[in-house]
């Protein structure tokens, strides 16, 4: 996996681009490597607070294929492009192609497609064919070479793959502010177990009473992030709102110290 670091931080970089940029990210695949797309692309919201156009992701045969295997599907060529045509991918786009083989047609087909319309392209595979090259502008190759069992891509290239979703994912949302020493501070509390992961992340990070952090999550909404700003700055909801777009979690931070406003590490 460490050779091919720098090529994850190419491909993490193009899809903060494409997020700050109002574009997408958005995942292709089929089988077994387009369902680590639809699970990175689902995770994205709880963890990141990513907005339901922020990630998407395409896979051969459809929402029914998550659950059924459709093995012809990945053979379709003219669904991919389809595929790609239907989510009006532009410009401002990252699209990223799964597919351990680098061979099959849904994918490059949709990818091709995407570069047509000027999306910049990435494809995470664990072999490299010779047309594959041609239908992306960057290649994440992990040479995990033969499975356990022969041609099952589930074993050593589907966790490969998944590993490096994971950080392509990860590391763009945390260059965009969703993540703060470490912890989800765009997570959406939408359950018990989350209210009380960001009630707990607040207290540790603005280094307060959990009763100061629930007052501070009510105040803001749910939003781990502006009630930290709103503990930094001191400010109510809508203009430390508007501090953090201008200053971020860091610049505030540093002022509340330089000001004397209590805080400690996590």
Same mark, same amino acid.
């Given at each position: 996996?460490?050779?091919?670091?720098?090529?994850?931080?190419?491909?993490?970089?193009?899809?903060a681009?494409?997020?700050?940029?109002?574009?997408?990210?958005?995942?292709?695949?089929?089988?077994?490597?387009?369902?680590?797309?639809?699970?990175?692309?689902?995770?994205?919201?709880?963890?990141?607070?990513?907005?339901?156009?922020?990630?998407r992701?395409?896979? $051969?045969? %459809?929402? @029914? /294929?998550? +659950?059924r295997? #459709?093995? =012809? !599907?990945e &053979?379709?060529? $003219?669904? %991919?492009? @389809? /595929?790609? +045509?239907?989510? #009006?991918? =532009? !410009?401002? &786009?990252?699209v990223?192609?799964?597919?351990a083989?680098?061979?099959?047609?849904?994918?490059? !087909?949709?990818l091709?497609?995407?570069?047509?319309r000027?999306?910049?392209?990435?494809?995470?595979?664990?072999?490299?064919?010779?047309g594959?090259?041609?239908?992306?502008?960057?290649?994440?190759?992990?040479?995990?070479?033969?499975?356990?069992?022969?041609?099952?891509?589930?074993?050593?290239?589907?966790?490969?793959?998944?590993?490096?979703?994971?950080?392509?994912?990860?590391?763009?949302?945390?260059?965009?502010?969703?993540?703060?020493?470490?912890?989800?501070?765009?997570?959406?509390?939408?359950?018990?177990?989350?209210?009380?992961?960001?009630?707990?992340?607040?207290?540790?990070?603005?280094?307060?009473?959990?009763?100061?952090?629930?007052?501070?999550?009510?105040?803001?909404?749910?939003?781990v992030?502006?009630?930290?700003?709103?503990?930094?700055?001191?400010l109510?909801?809508?203009?430390?709102?508007?501090?953090?777009?201008?200053h971020?979690?860091?610049?505030?931070?540093?002022?509340?110290?330089?000001?004397?406003?209590?805080?400690?590490?996590?």
């Amino acid at each position: 996996m460490g050779r091919i670091l720098p090529a994850i931080t190419q491909a993490s970089q193009a899809a903060a681009r494409a997020l700050k940029a109002g574009g997408r990210l958005v995942y292709v695949g089929a089988g077994s490597s387009g369902r680590l797309g639809v699970l990175d692309a689902a995770e994205c919201a709880p963890t990141f607070g990513a907005g339901a156009r922020e990630v998407r992701a395409l896979l $051969a045969g %459809g929402a @029914r /294929a998550m +659950a059924r295997p #459709r093995e =012809g !599907a990945e &053979d379709g060529a $003219a669904a %991919g492009r @389809r /595929a790609v +045509a239907g989510l #009006r991918v =532009g !410009a401002r &786009d990252f699209v990223c192609g799964i597919s351990a083989s680098s061979n099959t047609r849904y994918v490059l !087909a949709a990818l091709e497609e995407a570069r047509r319309r000027g999306a910049f392209t990435a494809l995470v595979c664990c072999s490299l064919s010779r047309g594959a090259r041609r239908t992306a502008d960057l290649i994440l190759l992990a040479k995990t070479g033969p499975e356990l069992i022969a041609g099952s891509t589930r074993l050593k290239a589907g966790t490969a793959t998944k590993l490096i979703l994971n950080a392509v994912s990860t590391a763009a949302f945390a260059s965009l502010g969703r993540v703060y020493r470490g912890r989800m501070v765009a997570l959406k509390p939408a359950s018990e177990k989350l209210r009380d992961r960001a009630e707990r992340s607040l207290a540790e990070l603005a280094g307060v009473s959990a009763v100061r952090a629930r007052g501070l999550l009510d105040r803001a909404g749910g939003q781990v992030g502006l009630a930290l700003a709103m503990h930094f700055t001191g400010l109510p909801p809508r203009a430390a709102r508007r501090a953090l777009r201008s200053h971020g979690l860091h610049r505030l931070e540093i002022l509340a110290r330089r000001r004397g406003r209590s805080t400690r590490r996590a």
